[in-house]
């Protein structure tokens, strides 16, 4: 690169677009220096903005090296992780990672979770919202730079685009220049390939939710039922939509969370900034060099648009806080490597706060301040909903006992004198054993207790068999002779304990009188 041939390279977006993709406030720096009528406003903003094909260039840096590792391993996880066995015993399966319909179950490792225990799922979410904000805190968008399934997908589609279509200016002039058989010939292997990854994303989704070598195979004999083809025909038109076509709109006009993270910030959030102070008045090489000799005022940026060529989503930073900006650093290292042929230090594009530039220009330290409320907030919450739900896994009892009273009738009396209410009781055996339970009833001086179909009720108690993993559900019958006081309402107590450990559970409803 020539940095005073560059000088007046527009943004590597295509032109048939008309308005601005996102709309930025020009830095007070800027508006003092490169663009006044751009940074006074002058610009008419029209209500709709057609999209501008970016054409992002390749870049090699840092945080592109960090951003290729996280691609590989969460893309990694995510393709490769149902086919990732795990023992369970006889009669679980192994898939470690499993969410299973069929018996209302989700596996994960070791741990498995029942429709019961649904509870785990809140605390996951209030984890990764808190996990979220605390990103934000810390280093802004990170999320969305760095981690964000759109963001990822988008960087894959990105890379198979430059192979089959070439870097920024080949595929540029290409485009510019009309359908060629040679542009047809690259466009055609380009969308193939982007629709096999498409169809493989599809695929490993469906993965998690059946026993995955069996699900391939079905798959590929035409034998698997036709919701996973329904699902796999649906991920895949929205990988390709979203990460092929959409890209930076996604993060512009549908994503909720720019908005959300706007409100979340603080002055102290890291986020990628253009350090006006040490760029500007931006100005060529030769003309700074010149500027420089004569005492007069030069910034280091060369106003070579690098930083704009590599932004996926069009940005240019030197404007300021952008909410097209994803906060990936691409423009950080695409500025490190214009800072080094021409012997300037690096970061003129960096991590940093708008709060240290004013200090830096009132002759003042950079202030960093990661430890403050809001971060030890959100870390707070996050170790004690993990705490919390730790405890409750590893205490957590391996039986569970449920009891629904009958709504209509509430009671009935029987030819005998009986009073007798009906109970839907549910047994649980997280275990993977058969177990035998003694069922028994307390709250009333004399009870008769009935389990419908069984024949080992005893009066007061029952014993019930549960398959291992299972769950029984069972009608009961409890009636008494006790003449109760009207309108009676007499809380009831149902117990299992398991006749080989002694393990228990309860649960408590009302027995109702007239
Ligand atoms: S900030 Fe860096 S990459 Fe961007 S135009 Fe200035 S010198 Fe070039
Ligand atoms: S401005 Fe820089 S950090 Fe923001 S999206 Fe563009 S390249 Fe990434």
């Not at 230090?345 to 200090?359: E, F, G, Q, S, V």
């Not at 029984?472 to 080989?500: C, M, N």
Request: glycine share 6%; hydrophobic share 45%; proline share 6%.
């Amino acid at each position: 690169m020539n940095a005073d041939e560059t000088l007046e390279r527009p943004p590597a977006v295509d032109d048939a677009g008309t308005g601005p993709a996102f709309i930025a406030l020009p830095h007070p720096a800027v508006a003092a220096s490169a663009r006044p009528a751009e940074a006074a406003g002058a610009r008419q903003v029209p209500l709709y903005a057609p999209r501008r094909k970016i054409y992002p260039q390749s870049v090699h840096g840092t945080f592109r090296r960090i951003k290729w590792a996280i691609l590989v391993v969460t893309l990694g996880i995510y393709y490769l992780l149902p086919f990732v066995r795990w023992d369970r015993g006889p009669n679980a399966p192994d898939q470690a990672v499993l969410i299973d319909f069929s018996t209302r179950r989700f596996y994960f490792f070791f741990i498995e979770i029942w429709p019961q225990e649904v509870y785990y799922l809140t605390g996951l979410l209030i984890i990764a919202a808190m996990a979220l904000f605390l990103m934000n805190a810390v280093a802004g968008r990170v999320w969305c730079g760095y981690l964000c399934p759109q963001t990822v997908w988008t960087d894959l589609f990105q890379m198979i685009e430059r192979w089959t279509e070439g870097d920024q200016r080949a595929h540029l002039q290409r485009d510019r220049h009309g359908w060629t058989l040679e542009r047809a010939a690259r466009a055609v292997a380009k969308h193939s390939i982007w629709l096999m990854v498409a169809w493989w994303t599809g695929g490993a989704w469906v993965l998690y939710f059946a026993d995955a070598p069996t699900l391939v195979r079905e798959l590929a004999t035409f034998q698997a039922p036709i919701v996973a083809y329904a699902w796999i025909g649906i991920l895949t038109f929205t990988t390709y939509s979203l990460a092929g076509h959409m890209r930076e709109q996604v993060c512009q006009y549908m994503c909720p969370w720019p908005r959300i993270q706007a409100a979340l910030t603080d002055e102290y959030a890291l986020n990628v900034t253009y350090r006006y102070d040490r760029g500007e008045p931006r100005c060529s090489v030769k003309k700074s060099a010149a500027l420089r000799a004569s005492a007069q005022p030069a910034g280091d940026c060369i106003d070579c648009y690098q930083c704009v060529y590599v932004c996926p989503t069009g940005v240019d930073i030197r404007n300021g806080a952008n909410l097209g900006c994803i906060q990936c650093g691409l423009c950080i290292d695409a500025c490190d490597g214009v800072m080094a042929k021409i012997g300037r230090p690096a970061r003129l594009i960096a991590y940093d706060t708008d709060l240290n530039i004013r200090r830096r220009q009132e002759g003042k330290p950079a202030l960093h301040r990661i430890i403050r409320l809001r971060t030890v907030f959100y870390a707070a919450i996050i170790c004690a909903v993990a705490a919390i739900m730790l405890y409750t896994l590893t205490t957590r009892s391996s039986e569970g006992l449920s009891v629904i009273h009958d709504r209509n009738p509430m009671f009935v009396r029987l030819s005998d004198g009986e009073l007798r209410n009906a109970y839907t009781l549910r047994i649980l055996n997280k275990s993977l054993e058969m177990r035998s339970f003694v069922l028994t009833v307390d709250g009333l001086a004399d009870i008769d207790l009935k389990v419908v179909g069984d024949t080992t009720t005893t009066g007061r108690s029952a014993l019930i068999a549960v398959g291992p993993d299972q769950t029984r559900e069972l009608r009961a019958l409890v009636g008494t002779y006790s003449s109760l006081p009207p309108e009676a309402s007499i809380p009831l107590t149902f117990r299992i304990s398991d006749t080989k450990t002694g393990q228990r559970a309860s649960a408590v409803d009302h027995f109702r009188g007239p």
